[in-house]
């Protein structure tokens, strides 16, 4: 079909009263392609997963990337994003100088759509988009660790992070922070708000309470940890 009849049938339509059964057939399209979207994109990852821990697939806005940059300046080395969906925060990590970046995401129509981005950006072979569940992934060797999850993943989310990470890592959090865990700097306002969490704090902090919970202890929140005021 030419532009010309395209044109044509845009123009026919139109003109044409719509009624009640016009509104309801658009209705009914418009709902199609909505499940269509669900089936396609957000239900593939969530088959697998019990209710708890899905988490719907909600793009980070421009603010929330830069504000998670924001707190990982002056940090070098490798990143993991953790349920990276189209792979926006890895992208942009890559361009910050993050080697290697690195996306975990278990829905494959949001790992083939963040490969397109990076290969529409120039950063294909730059960063890494992998299909895997992120309970599975090893974590002991990362140092610099972002999160764009539901409060009910991060509670349980917490205990693998501080089972795993080294002391000097860093977790950025973005939307929601970590129910139990105390940051040491904030960015940003609202739902664009991000969090930053030193793992050797979280450790101190934990270790004391549980020794003096009676007491109030002061916590080192830098020992170790490389960051920028």
């Known amino acids: 079909m030419d532009d010309d009849t395209t044109d044509e049938v845009f123009a026919e339509l139109k003109a044409r009263p719509l009624g009640g059964w016009g509104v309801a057939q658009i209705a ?45 300046r002056c940090r070098k080395g490798g990143i993991v994003d953790l349920g990276s969906g189209d792979g926006r925060i890895v992208l942009e990590a890559s361009r910050q100088g993050f080697i290697p970046a690195v996306g975990y995401e278990l829905n494959p129509w949001l790992v083939r759509l963040a490969r397109f981005h990076a290969w529409r950006a120039g950063q294909h072979g730059k960063v890494s ?32 992070l501080q089972a795993e990470l080294p002391d000097d890592a860093l977790v ?56 920028c005021l």
């Not at 940051?183 to 793992?199: I, L, N």
């Not at 270790?207 to 080192?220: E, G, M």
Request: glycine letters at 6%; hydrophobic letters at 45%; charged letters at 20%.
């Open 28 to 72: 009914a399209g418009t709902g199609l392609a909505v499940y269509a979207m669900w089936v396609g994109i957000l239900q593939p990852g969530f088959r697998r997963v019990p209710l708890r821990l899905q988490v719907p697939y909600i793009p980070a806005s421009k603010a929330q990337v830069d504000n998670v940059m924001t707190l990982l």
């Open 172 to 227: 950025v959090a973005g939307r929601f922070p970590f129910p139990n865990w105390e940051p040491f700097r904030t960015e940003g306002q609202g739902v664009d708000r991000a969090w930053a969490y030193s793992m050797q704090a979280q450790r101190q902090h934990i270790n004391l309470l549980t020794r003096h919970s009676w007491a109030t202890v002061p916590v080192d929140i830098k020992g170790k940890l490389h960051f």
């Open 129 to 160: 988009y992998r299909r895997e569940d992120l309970w599975k992934v090893d974590l002991t060797e990362c140092k610099n660790v972002t999160v764009f999850l539901a409060p009910s993943v991060l509670s349980l989310l917490q205990e693998k």
